[in-house]
């Protein structure tokens, strides 16, 4: 079975400063997909950012982009800019691409940021 | 579009009494999940299914049904309300198989007390 889990549980960033979200995960598989999601106060759990195992680049997205190291099995976010609507929790997710997967997510414990004005 | 919708938002049981939790997408998507979301436990797979018909268990199925008689709807029952399933469920779906990496998308959350 596949695990996800981000070590810190709290992190803070000044506003417009840089900040780096961790995660690791465990799988035997070798096809696979990670995603970071955001969830505000509100709940809604919305997709930041997507990467694909066998793509080598970095996926980038506007401010946030990730370090994906597939040896280490390792996937983290950078938010640049960092600005106050940044501010919630963020879990990083994994997801097999075997079709017997159901399209089932694994999350990792979640990581709530703050952002200092 | 609606997107993935959940009712209720908020719903307040005691021990023993039984109830669904609704979920309905109005994308044609195959693929249905539900999710619990516990305190420092991130979101763990209660129930999924592939499509019309196709159930299958996920991490913590125990004392949760479901079925999926349409393409849109996919409810969740608790059979027997314990207070260990106080939490906040999330719906969610996607189009494509695993294979093409679709995005999966969220409803808005179902927050359940069991008293």
């Known amino acids: 079975a596949q695990t996800v889990t981000q070590s810190q549980p709290e992190m803070s960033v000044q506003e417009a400063e840089t900040v780096t979200l961790s995660c690791t995960y465990d799988?035997?598989?070798?096809?696979?997909?990670l995603f970071w999601y955001k969830q505000p106060p509100s709940r809604q759990m919305i997709l930041v950012i997507r990467q694909e195992a066998y793509k080598q680049q970095n996926a980038t997205e506007n401010r946030f982009s990730v370090n994906f190291q597939k040896a280490a099995k390792s996937f983290s976010l950078k938010i640049s800019d960092s600005q106050l609507g940044d501010a919630a929790m963020y879990f990083c997710?994994?997801?097999?691409?075997?079709?017997?997967?159901?399209?089932?997510?694994?999350f990792g414990e979640g990581t709530q940021l703050t952002v200092n004005p | 579009n609606a997107g993935v919708t959940q009712t209720p938002k908020f719903q307040v049981l005691k021990t023993g009494q039984s109830m669904t939790l609704q979920c309905a997408q109005d994308m044609n998507h195959e693929y249905m999940s539900w999710y619990r979301q516990d305190p420092g436990m991130g979101l763990r797979l209660i129930h999924y299914?592939?499509?019309?018909?196709?159930?299958d268990q996920g991490e913590v199925p125990n004392g949760y049904n479901v079925s999926r008689s349409t393409t849109e709807d996919f409810p969740l029952r608790l059979l027997s309300a314990a207070p260990s399933q106080t939490s906040v469920y999330f719906c969610a779906s996607s189009i494509q198989p695993p294979s093409g990496g679709a995005t999966q998308y969220f409803g808005p959350g179902t927050r359940l007390t069991v008293l």
């Open positions: 299914s592939v499509g019309a018909g196709i159930t």
């Open positions: 997710a994994y997801r097999s691409a075997l079709e017997t997967s159901g399209s089932r997510l694994t």
């Open positions: 799988t035997s598989e070798s096809d696979y997909y």
